[in-house]
C-alpha cells in the first residue's frame, strides 16, 4: 500500500520560514517526478512546485519563485519543500505528490498519488 506523509507544517509569522518533507513508500521511488501543491480555503488546489526523478527538472509557480525550493532525497524516498520569506497568501494546506512519470508536471492529473495534507498557516 503505497503511504505520503507529510511533515513540518505549522504557523509562523510573515516572512518566517518552514521546511516540509514527505515520505514515500513508493517502490521505484527514483524512477518518478514529485510534485507539492497546495490548497487554500475555498480555492483550487494550485501547483507549487515540481522536480524530476533525477532533479535535473525544476519547476515553481510564478508566487513562489525565489522562496520556495524543491529537492528530493532517493535514498530515503523523501521530498522537501523549504519555504522562505513566507506570506500570508501561502497560507493553505501542503499536499506532495508522486507523478505517473520521471518528470514532474503543473497539472495535478498526471500525478497518481497523494498525501494527506499538512497545514501551512502565516500570520501578518
Known amino acids: 500500500q503505497v503511504q505520503l506523509v507529510e511533515r513540518g507544517g505549522g504557523s509562523v509569522q510573515a516572512g518566517g520560514s518552514l521546511r516540509l518533507s514527505c515520505d514515500a513508500s513508493v517502490s521505484a521511488f527514483s524512477n518518478y517526478g514529485l510534485g507539492w501543491f497546495r490548497q487554500a480555503p475555498g480555492k483550487e488546489r494550485e501547483f507549487v512546485a515540481a522536480?524530476?526523478?533525477?532533479?535535473?527538472?525544476?519547476y515553481y509557480a510564478d508566487s513562489v519563485k525565489g522562496r520556495f525550493s524543491i529537492s528530493r532525497d532517493n535514498a530515503k524516498n523523501t521530498v522537501y519543500l523549504q519555504m522562505n520569506n513566507l506570506k500570508p497568501e501561502d497560507t493553505a494546506v501542503y499536499y506532495c505528490?508522486?507523478?505517473?512519470?520521471?518528470?514532474?508536471?503543473?497539472?495535478?492529473?498526471?500525478?497518481?498519488?497523494w498525501g494527506q495534507g499538512t497545514q501551512v498557516t502565516v500570520s501578518s
Open positions: 522536480i524530476s526523478w533525477n532533479s535535473g527538472l525544476i
Open positions: 505528490a508522486v507523478a505517473r512519470g520521471p518528470i514532474g508536471s503543473m497539472n495535478p492529473s498526471l500525478y497518481t498519488y
